[in-house]
């Protein structure tokens, strides 16, 4: 696989729900992104001060400190590094706040993963460090326009064939189980209906080659290293 990043995006996540925390550092992991995941506020202004990452997703609830405070307290040394609130707090007065200090953009939990991915590539996109394609082999996909080029034709995908065929093509020789599919195309709390991979898997093959998306009996799917 080849694509125009040549290091892993380096994300600083500060975010104490360890349900949360966990599930993000999977799904970031699994999208070939580096996870530095802290619960403290303390600490995660320490980390966030050291300016070793690509972005902060930073929570407000936080033990130690607040991370309306953390977020003041960096901008005002002059780091600008690009930050992502994401929390529980929706009210207008909390996101006007958030944004005034210095934050790129606020997401409101509960959240789906691929909103999330959304608004980080975004965010990297605007401050010119996002990666715009990937390939394996004969495919190409666009992460920002969602096209899916195979043997220099264009594909045709829903967005969740493209989230499926994205999250096989930047690992390739990785094998992925149902459920870690279902956690990186679906949010949280969205009901899953029991053959939907299935079914997705399926329209994959007949719009690329049956050998491209390839069944591991008993663990789940891969794309192989071309």
């Known amino acids: 696989m080849t694509e125009e990043r040549d290091t892993p995006m380096h994300i600083l996540l500060i975010e104490d729900d360890p349900m949360i ?65 994401i929390t529980a707090k929706d009210g207008i007065d909390d996101r006007v706040e ?20 959304a608004r ?29 080029t195979y043997r220099g034709k264009t594909i045709l995908l829903s967005s969740k064939e493209f989230s499926l065929l994205q999250m096989l093509v930047e690992r390739p020789g990785t094998i992925f189980s149902r459920s870690q599919i279902e956690e990186r195309i679906y949010g949280w709390g969205e009901e899953v209906e029991s053959n939907v991979i299935d079914v997705l898997i399926h329209y994959l093959r007949k719009k690329f080659d049956n050998d491209i998306v390839r069944n591991v009996r008993g663990i ?3 794309v192989v290293k071309p």
């Not at 403290?40 to 320490?46: C, K, L, V, Y």
């Not at 005034?100 to 959240?111: C, E, S």
Request: glycine share 12%; charged share 20%.
């Open 21 to 85: 925390g966990k599930s993000l550092t999977l799904a970031l992991n699994e999208a070939g992104m580096k996870v530095d995941w802290i619960q403290d506020g303390i600490e995660g202004q320490a980390a966030a001060e050291s300016c070793a990452h690509d972005l902060i997703l930073l929570d407000l609830g936080l033990p130690g400190k607040a991370g309306m405070d953390i977020l003041k307290s960096i901008r005002w040394k002059g780091n600008d590094t690009p930050l992502l609130i």
């Open 98 to 117: 958030g944004l005034d200090l210095g934050a790129d953009d606020y997401l409101v939990k509960p959240f789906g993963f691929r909103e999330l991915l």
């Open 220 to 222: 789940g799917w891969m």
């Open 120 to 148: 980080v590539k975004a965010i990297m996109r605007r401050n010119g460090q996002s990666p715009s394609s990937l390939s394996n082999g004969e495919i190409t996909l666009n992460t920002s326009s969602h096209e899916a």
